[in-house]
């Protein structure tokens, strides 16, 4: 998945967590088919760009083995911004993220990860 038309700016970061602001504009490409007639981004999208902003931002030589955890509770519409917030927990090789703003928690859930 291509992150290059994301607009996104770190808004806070240490050693295990970050929180990231982030725009995704209709041409991002993660709306392309999930739906026509309502674009919303899709949670396997939300799911894998927390991991993926994860390694960039935490530098962790992890990948993905498992959920623990995940809920979507209200659709990212296009040119949404959201807040996503990430916490590494090392010694539970567990990530835990949420995408929040305009009051709402859009998604929230707990990836098992294992080292690399």
Wanted: hydrophobic share 40%.
């Amino acid at each position: 998945m291509n992150t290059d038309k994301l607009n996104t700016r770190v808004l806070n970061k240490t050693e295990n967590s970050f929180e990231l602001e982030v725009v995704f504009p209709m041409d991002c490409g993660f709306f392309d088919g999930h739906f026509p007639e309502l674009p919303l981004l899709p949670g396997v999208v939300q799911t894998h760009l927390a991991i993926r902003f994860s390694e960039v931002h935490l530098e962790k030589k992890t990948v993905f083995a498992g959920f623990k955890s995940i809920k979507f509770f209200t659709p990212i519409f296009p040119d949404s911004k959201v807040i996503l917030q990430c916490q590494y927990e090392p010694t539970k090789k567990q990530l835990g993220f949420q995408y929040s703003g305009n009051g709402h928690v859009y998604s929230k859930g707990v990836v098992v990860m294992k080292d690399v």
